[in-house]
């Protein structure tokens, strides 16, 4: 290859980079707001009936009937603001609830995979749902999970609520 050409070559891949990159943008803000951290497209709070089968860690699992069963409180809903807040502690595997200064929870959690770590730190929760479906991952990654239960989406200036990261239920899997 000539000398001179070289700079034609670099700008043609520059071009091309730039160009992916802008797709991949443009594709994620097609997504929604809850996308990135759980592939959460749904955000109704609304428990399907019709769903039966989740697909975790390449195999099939009964999506649990007394999922549906709660009578309590509606759970959807923004969450108002206030002086309410909740600490992630990775080191010791907790979360911690706040209100203003005083501890009212803390309880063991099983925080997230590695190829979806979750993000440590203070953050506020944005929006409380009954029920969602997330979906995400590829291959033998791949999980197919509806109605998720109790599921609270929290950010903070770092970790921000487009990157879709909450608390929630599990059926799937029980850490001890």
Known sequence: MKRKNLPKLIFGLL??????SLGVFLISLRRGATTIACGTSDLSGNFDESELTAIFEDKKIAVPVIADS???RKVLGEAAPSSRWIEVDLSEQKL?????????LETPVST???????????????????????????????????????????ENAQVPRWRGFSLHGTYWHIHE
């Open 112 to 154: 997230g995979l590695p190829w979806w770590p979750t993000p440590p730190g203070e953050f506020r929760v944005w929006l409380k749902v009954r029920a969602t479906k997330m979906e995400g991952g590829s291959g033998k990654y791949y999980y197919y999970l509806p109605n998720v239960p109790f599921v609270m989406f929290y």
């Open 15 to 20: 071009l091309v980079f730039l160009a992916v």
């Open 70 to 72: 709660f009578q309590g």
């Open 96 to 104: 911690k609830a706040w209100d203003g200064g005083s501890l009212f």
